[in-house]
């Protein structure tokens, strides 16, 4: 039998601070993901391998070579096909009811209800309306935010009706989806679906239940995580170019330090108010605090940054961590990869942590539902809150990791449109020649979780740097974003210092970072969007599948980055994933994950477990797709050759 192993803090995670506040842990005696992923590590392997079936009470059953089908017979490829689905119909759900909340509270602004939010953007508004054939002429903008809301509630509930928002994307691939049958029709009805074909007795061959998670999936990319970041950018602001510093040391040590975690922008985007109330800095101050620091972890820090500016405390796996430095007053959670852990770790400090969402509850956290109708009096009740437990910081047993990086963040396609062509010609042109050219070879998209059994974000950041030395140019979303920037990699400096010399000369002519956080998990729609609009610019095929793009989840953990890899795979786009799917049980499900889509879609899976590895990959298939397009040809080739040997020096 295996024998568990017990890593150091420095083969754990990356960053400085992570590292110091893992040994911390290890002296204060807190439990920690990293631990506990350690004694975990012999896991299950029906579990993962797919073949473990609890759908039915004849079971659970599972899959031997000497019991080859369950109780009622299905076999290893219907029983990992439906699990899959089953994780799909999960992830999309989650993106998609944050959505939800978004599109009802667009509705609450139209009808005059919307308490303190409002729309930030009207341009975002009408731009949004548009899109979706609205009349906006002679209409205010709490009627178009009405008319807005209700088209884009129809989304969730069309029972009949395919998802209007799919019509964003080219009229290619529209065309796929049609005649492969898998346009979504209503986001609720997808995901109940998956759970209707994949109960006991329902649907049992793999790849009609594999088509029903990419069309679910779209019911995600091209429905409810596109309809998330749309209102977001209406209610909240469209992102654009921003300086920042990421990582636990943005704490301060004289400072009420509060950190925001989840997902959805309502809470962050109050606490973001009322943080900057002068009657919550005198408050601080007679608290013998120099004031408040509010810094996020998460995607709910992604979205407060793209927007505000907001420090970053840390990704997904420090959220224990950041409670560890013994300075954190308050860690207000909503939904989505808040750990039960929480109060446990909390308890060996002064952390209140507070639950906001009555659809997220933990044990031992303190439970204040966040008050959407008296929403900034709602967060300054938390923060006042917060305050009034700084007294009870514990000096002796305080220590904030003196690590954080500068960085720039919030490139919507927008904000990316802008520089690349300026205010008044704002389009993708000069991107698409560099990539004709052969300045830039393509683009990657790495996105995604952390996950505590490998090393924290080693994979995500030696990829993208050999991608960008290979003048690869990068976009970034979610906990990967945060990666980048912890190494300071967001910077337009250290980034070009790393860049192949034909991306380093246009990033330089354009002004433009070679690494770009896109924002949130919900926002990498706005990489389907920039694909788009690259192909709407000419030049690079007709069809999502044409563009020299990928998209990478290095570290995945949740059920989200299934939804996400699936939906970009069925939008033309192949993912690399540095580890594989529950779904080697079935040879059949792998290969048609693997391989079958490509004909399908135009894109697939491809599993690479190390940075070079995927490196390798995505640059044979970036060269695949450029040689498809006509653009690698050999003069190209001969010119890039002697502009890197140049710049080598060579
Ligand atoms: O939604 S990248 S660990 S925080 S799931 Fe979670 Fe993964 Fe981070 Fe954002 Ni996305
Ligand atoms: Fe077993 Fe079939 Fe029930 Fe699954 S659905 S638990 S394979 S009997």
């Known amino acids: 039998m295996a024998e568990k192993v017990v890593r150091k803090p420095d083969e754990r995670a990356w960053d400085a601070a992570s590292v110091q506040m893992i040994e911390k842990a290890q002296v204060d005696c807190t439990d920690t993901c990293f631990n506990r992923a350690d004694a975990q590590a012999i896991g299950c392997k029906f579990g993962e391998s797919g073949v473990c079936c609890r759908i039915c009470y004849m079971g659970p059953c599972r899959i031997t070579p000497k019991t080859p089908v369950g109780v009622c017979g299905a076999d290893a490829d219907t029983i990992v096909a439906r699990n899959y689905l089953?994780?799909?119909?999960?992830?999309?759900?989650?993106?998609?009811?944050?959505?939800?909340?978004?599109?009802?509270?667009?509705?609450?602004?139209?009808?005059?209800?919307?308490?303190?939010?409002?729309?930030k953007d009207e341009a975002a508004l009408r731009r949004t309306a548009r899109l979706y054939g609205l009349e906006d002429v002679d209409k205010t903008s709490q009627q178009v935010a009405l008319e807005l809301a209700n088209v884009l509630l129809g989304e969730f509930t069309s029972q009949e009706d395919k998802?209007?928002?799919?019509?964003?994307?080219?009229?290619?691939?529209?065309?796929?989806?049609?005649?492969?049958?898998?346009e979504p029709e209503g986001i609720d009805r997808m995901v109940v679906e998956c759970l209707h074909r994949s109960t006991m007795g329902v649907d049992h061959d793999y790849r009609n239940v594999l088509m029903h998670a990419f069309r679910t999936s779209l019911a995600n990319g091209w429905g409810g995580s596109r309809i998330a970041t749309l209102i977001s950018d209406i209610v909240f602001g469209t992102p654009s170019p921003m300086r920042s510093r990421a990582n636990l040391g943005?704490?301060?040590?004289?400072?009420?330090?509060?950190?925001?975690?989840g997902h959805e922008?309502?809470?962050s985007e109050m606490l973001v108010a009322?943080?900057?109330?002068?009657?919550?800095?005198?408050l601080a101050k007679a608290a013998g605090a120099e004031g408040i620091t509010l810094a996020g972890i998460c995607c709910t820090a992604n979205e407060i940054l793209i927007r505000h500016g907001v420090p970053v405390a840390g990704s997904f796996l420090q959220q224990e961590l950041a409670i560890i430095t013994g300075a954190v007053e308050m860690m207000i959670t909503d939904v989505q990869c808040c750990m039960p852990s929480l109060p446990k770790v909390a308890k060996a400090y002064h952390t209140l942590v507070v639950s906001t969402s009555d659809l997220a509850k933990t044990i031992g956290a303190e439970h204040q539902a966040f008050d959407h109708e008296h929403a900034y009096d709602s967060a300054k009740q938390l923060l006042k809150k917060a305050i009034d437990n700084y007294k009870n910081r514990n000096p002796a047993k305080v220590a904030i990791p003196d690590v954080s990086q500068p960085l720039v963040a919030?490139?919507?396609?927008?904000?990316?449109?802008?520089?690349?062509?300026?205010?008044?010609?704002?389009?993708?042109r000069p991107l698409n020649d560099a990539i004709m050219q052969g300045r830039i070879k393509g683009l990657a998209g790495i996105v995604g979780c952390n996950n505590p059994k490998s090393k924290v974000d080693e994979y995500i950041n030696k990829l993208t740097a050999a991608l960008v030395a290979q003048n690869v140019l990068v976009v970034k979303t979610g906990c990967a974003a945060i990666a980048s920037a912890k190494t300071g990699m967001l910077t337009p400096e250290a980034a070009l210092a790393l860049a192949g010399p034909g991306l380093k000369e246009v990033c330089e002519a354009i002004g433009m970072p070679p690494v770009l956080h896109m924002g949130s998990c919900v926002d990498n729609t706005r990489i389907l969007?920039?694909?788009?609009?690259?192909?709407?610019?000419g030049g690079l095929g007709d069809d999502l599948c044409d563009v020299p793009?990928?998209?990478?989840?290095?570290?995945?953990?949740?059920?989200?980055?299934?939804?996400?890899?699936?939906?970009?795979?069925?939008?033309?786009?192949?993912?690399?994933?540095?580890?594989?799917?529950?779904?080697?049980?079935?040879?059949n499900v792998t290969k048609f994950l693997n391989e079958e889509t490509q004909k399908l879609f135009g894109a697939s899976f491809h599993v690479c477990l190390d940075a070079e590895a995927a490196a390798a990959r995505i640059m044979e298939i970036l060269d695949r797709k450029r040689e498809k397009l006509g653009i690698n040809t050999k003069a190209q080739r001969k010119l890039m050759d002697m502009k890197d040997r140049r710049a080598l020096n060579v």
């Not at 033309?572 to 994933?577: A, E, P």
């Open 86 to 119: 089953r994780e799909v119909a999960a992830g999309t759900a989650s993106h998609s009811d944050h959505g939800r909340h978004l599109v009802l509270l667009l509705k609450k602004i139209g009808q005059g209800d919307g308490g303190n939010y409002q729309i």
């Open 163 to 182: 998802l209007r928002t799919m019509q964003l994307a080219p009229l290619k691939r529209q065309a796929v989806w049609k005649n492969l049958k898998i």
């Open 250 to 261: 943005v704490l301060g040590a004289k400072t009420v330090n509060v950190i925001v975690h």
């Open 265 to 267: 922008p309502e809470l």
């Open 274 to 282: 009322a943080s900057g109330d002068p009657e919550i800095a005198a």
């Open 410 to 428: 919030g490139f919507s396609v927008e904000a990316i449109k802008y520089m690349l062509g300026g205010k008044y010609r704002a389009s993708f």
């Open 529 to 537: 969007e920039a694909a788009t609009e690259v192909v709407a610019e």
């Open 549 to 587: 793009a990928v998209g990478v989840a290095p570290e995945w953990m949740s059920e989200k980055a299934i939804s996400i890899g699936c939906y970009f795979v069925a939008s033309g786009v192949d993912v690399i994933l540095g580890h594989p799917f529950r779904i080697g049980g079935s040879e």
